[in-house]
């Protein structure tokens, strides 16, 4: 054994420099986790940084003057690679998942404290001092984490069900309530007082997982976070106004705005709005101008620019290092923000986007694109209780995106839950049988 090595001092060094590295690795990792919760493939020099830090963290827990220590090396790199897993989950099954996927999901505000029993067993096998530095620190983040989802879901609220969520809901569950809050873990879902009510979501909590609720289990939207999506509706049409910024209703917004006069889809999951860029209205004036008002209105904001997209969520920003920890959240209450350009295509004048929306056509540069006749100049359209801004002919524009779209269509929702809620929703277009 050589000096170096025997100083405890240099030891305790080493030890605070992996647990620095360990949180490190793991603030990269959540910050990560946008792309799948925004449904986006990672970035590579994003995936390639984290990587890194986990590389770095597991060679500093492994490698001695004396050489490699297999057994550190063997749990140090699993272990990350399990706990990361579940620290991803939620962000994962924000797209229909395999089912270990959403049973990690299920449980993501307390599945890290599984491997307590595991760390503790480690540590104390194997006597490296960096390597329990790792696992101690590891292990605290999640029990903060826990703590923290604990504490916060104190501040939920009940909300009554309408006849109309409630019908859904019991249509869903095939009449057995308890079981179905059992089986999918639908802790908002308050059945103990005899009346039926929703423990609702609020700024300081987690959201509802509702893009769950709604999309897998065929749900209507919860009320809170109807309510929710109202205000950041607001928030966002307020701010561009103001910004001077040329912009439209899209997607299921706009269809809420065209076929449920002005309401939202009964199992909407976000609000969509587009925005026009050009030589003033720049991306870095857009994003700095929504950055500021989110932080001053207490909205989370997420910029996208290789994408051209950002998403503006209703929960209240965190102050760092907090603030990426989101991503671990299973719920979304979140506006996205497409990003438009005038084009040519095809010797015609278009607006054009990057991704792909609904039926819309491609252009010639390899993007997404309308007409900018039909969307320019936009037109008032109420929405929400408010007038926001639609396309020039928005049912021209309904019929790029969706063809018919007078006709209920569940473009997201899972087969089965959408089969068993389509008698509710043409009921109010269906000729009324005598
Ligand atoms: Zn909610």
Redesign the pocket.
């Known amino acids: 054994m050589t000096g170096i090595e025997a100083s405890p001092f240099i030891q305790v060094i080493a030890a605070l420099v992996a647990s620095a590295l360990y949180v490190a690795t793991y603030l990269s990792f959540v910050r990560l986790m946008r792309y799948p919760r925004n449904w986006h493939p990672p970035s590579l020099s994003a995936s390639l940084a984290t990587g890194l830090l986990a590389a770095l963290t597991v060679a500093l827990v492994s490698l001695s003057p004396d050489g490699l220590d297999t057994p550190a090396l063997a749990i140090s790199a699993s272990f990350l690679v399990l706990l990361f897993c579940i620290i991803a989950a939620p962000a994962i099954a924000f797209r229909p998942a395999s089912r270990p996927v959403e049973f990690l999901a299920k449980h993501g505000d307390y599945a890290g404290l599984w491997l307590i029993g595991p760390a503790l067993i480690a540590g104390l096998a194997v006597p490296n001092i960096k390597l329990q530095a790792v696992l101690a620190t590891a292990m605290a983040i999640e029990l903060t984490w826990f703590f923290r989802q604990r504490w916060a879901g104190r501040g939920r609220r009940l909300h009554p069900l309408n006849d109309h969520d409630l019908s859904v809901l019991e249509t869903q569950a095939k009449g057995d309530l308890a079981a179905f809050r059992r089986r999918h873990g639908i802790r908002?879902l308050e059945l103990s007082t005899g009346i039926v009510s929703?423990r609702?979501?609020?700024k300081g909590t987690s959201?509802?997982p509702?893009n769950l609720y709604v999309n897998r289990l065929g749900l209507n939207t919860?009320?809170?976070?109807r309510e929710?999506l109202k205000d950041l509706s607001h928030h966002i049409g307020t701010g561009l106004r103001e910004m001077g910024v040329v912009h439209w209703l899209e997607g299921g917004s706009l269809l809420g705005a065209v076929r449920e006069g002005g309401a939202l889809l009964d199992w909407e999951d976000d609000v969509d709005i587009s925005v026009l860029l050009d030589d003033d209205m720049t991306w870095e004036r857009l994003a700095a101008g929504l950055a500021e008002r989110g932080a001053r209105d207490g909205y989370f904001v997420d910029l996208f620019e290789k994408k051209g997209f950002i998403s503006i969520s209703f929960d209240q920003p965190k102050r760092w290092p907090f603030r990426w920890e989101r991503n671990r959240l299973r719920?979304e209450?979140r506006a996205d923000i497409a990003i438009y350009r005038q084009a040519i295509s095809h010797g015609k004048a278009v607006l054009e986007r990057r991704s792909y929306k609904g039926t819309m056509p491609a252009t010639q540069s390899g993007g997404y694109g309308v007409p900018e006749e039909i969307v320019l100049p936009t037109t008032p359209i109420p929405f929400l209780g408010g007038e926001f801004a639609g396309p020039n002919e928005p049912e021209v524009y309904l019929r790029l995106l969706y063809g018919d779209f007078r006709k209920v269509e569940y473009t997201y929702l899972d087969a089965g839950a959408a089969k068993a809620r389509a008698p509710f929703d043409v009921a109010d277009t269906s000729i009324p049988a005598d």
């Open positions: 908002e929703w609702g979501c609020g959201p509802c509702f919860a009320p809170c976070c929710h719920g209450i």
